[in-house]
């Protein structure tokens, strides 16, 4: 592209006798991106944890931030003088219409952090606008949307990066290398930290709906059920309410956790064939006899965990365990375990590398660590194990047909009705 471009550019100014100066900007020197390699991208439903990801972003000198869309006037504002700051001029455009985003022909990937009722239809609705996704987690209400999710963007070649960033953090790398590479032995169990497991069907009080350009509220709830406006809901309160958080709040955690563990057991390729709940812990089994063990995590080792933080995991072997969590730290059953050195400490919500590998996979169309592939095993046995402690009783699974096994009470809460006319 380097090369046709420059080409046509000096063949053209000497026909039409224009001087061959070109800046240095326009081929990428200098320490510049030329524009044809740089990722232009959008934006949609960009609140707290979305900026925290936009920033690194928008540090990338290969990335081109022009459009934000969000429901609400203030944080669609907020979106747009961060990247003018950044460019240092007044570019980027915004919009309350996600499909604008969509609609234009130069932007090249979005990235969605809108709240979960969101994150899947919108991961269809890019992937047919031909975009590349980078999806805050969790990305899918449902085992259903987990796997329309991974049909859609494979279908279209679209490359996803689910935001479950901690395949791409230090001390997480680590412990999954020791578990994968035998050093722990036979893995025989795997434990990924959740959060209390609780959800509720009630509805806040109404309160007046504000203007639509301040707040667009019917846009806002998207494809979850009506109810009324109340400002909590709008200003990040609306986790723990069955129709925005899906899967008992199971999936918060998780789609961080839940994911790691596959990862460390070598088990991405498949779930858990059984999931029995007692209490706030729920067990799931493997076909090969793994143990998956999803309990409450801790923020400084409570509840059994030996290395504080939050988002724990811990991958036990015949021959020793490992745990890692967010704080960057780790622990080993044995000081042999870390001869060539302990992992560099980073925290686990850090993003950096995570969206690197996403951008470096936008070039090269290969697949990045939290592919759509990776994310629809890993939310399907968040929403499966989720099925399990709302029905009280153990559940069998059948990973090859994604499907509850003889049982079509279970299978009737693999999906939900999306409210018209949101439809992928």
């Known amino acids: 592209m380097k090369f046709t471009r420059r080409h046509f550019l000096k063949t053209t100014a000497v026909a039409l006798g224009m001087p061959t100066f070109i800046p240095a900007s326009a081929l990428g020197r200098d ?24 920033k690194h972003f928008l540090s990338q000198t290969d990335v081109q931030f022009v459009m934000i869309a969000d429901v609400q006037e203030a944080r669609r504002e907020v979106v747009r003088v961060m990247a003018n700051r950044q460019y240092n001029n007044q570019d980027c455009v915004k919009t309350r219409d996600m499909y604008e985003v969509l609609a234009r022909p130069d932007i090249d990937a979005v990235l969605i952090a809108t709240g979960d009722r969101w994150h899947a239809l919108l991961s269809m609705l890019a992937a ?88 667009d509220w019917d846009r806002w709830l998207g494809p979850a059920p009506w109810r009324p406006f109340n400002k909590d809901y709008v200003n990040g309160r609306w986790r723990g309410y069955y129709d925005f958080h899906g899967g008992a709040a199971l999936p918060e ?33 493997y076909a090969n006899g793994v143990k998956l063990v999803m309990r409450l995590s801790g923020f400084k080792g409570e509840g059994n965990w030996v290395v504080p933080g939050t988002c724990p995991v811990r991958f036990e072997g015949d021959e ?17 375990l870390l001869a060539g050195g302990a992992p560099k400490e980073m925290y686990g919500t850090d993003p950096s590398k995570h969206v690197r590998d996403f951008l470096d996979c936008v070039k090269s169309r290969g697949k990045p660590a939290c592919n759509a592939d990776v994310t629809r095993r890993g939310h399907i046995i968040s929403h499966a194990a989720s099925i399990g402690w709302r029905l009280g009783r153990k559940v069998e699974f059948d990973p090859v047909a994604e499907t509850f096994v003889h049982d079509a009470e279970a299978n009737r809460m693999c999906s939900r009705a999306r409210r018209a006319p949101w439809h992928a």
């Open 31 to 54: 320490g510049t991106v030329a524009p044809s390699n740089r990722i232009v991208v959008g934006g949609i439903g960009i609140g707290p944890r979305g900026r925290e990801v936009l």
């Open 128 to 215: 047919k606008a031909g975009k590349d996704i980078y999806c805050e987690k969790p990305c899918s209400m449902t085992v259903r949307e987990s796997q329309e999710l991974a049909d859609t963007t494979n279908r279209y070649g679209r490359v996803f990066q689910s935001g479950t960033q901690r395949r791409n953090v230090d001390n997480f790398q680590f412990a999954a290398e020791l578990a994968r590479s035998g050093k722990l032995g036979k893995i025989h169990t795997v434990h990924a930290g959740i959060l209390p497991l609780q959800e509720s069907f009630k509805w806040l009080p109404a309160e007046p709906e504000p203007a639509r350009e301040v707040v």
């Open 253 to 285: 955690w998780g789609a961080h956790t839940v994911d790691l563990c596959q990862w460390g057991a070598s088990q991405d390729h498949t779930t858990p064939v059984s999931y029995e709940a007692d209490g706030q812990t729920i067990y799931g089994k």
């Open 320 to 336: 020793g365990w490992v745990e890692a969590a967010d704080t960057g730290k780790i622990a080993v059953s044995s000081p042999t």
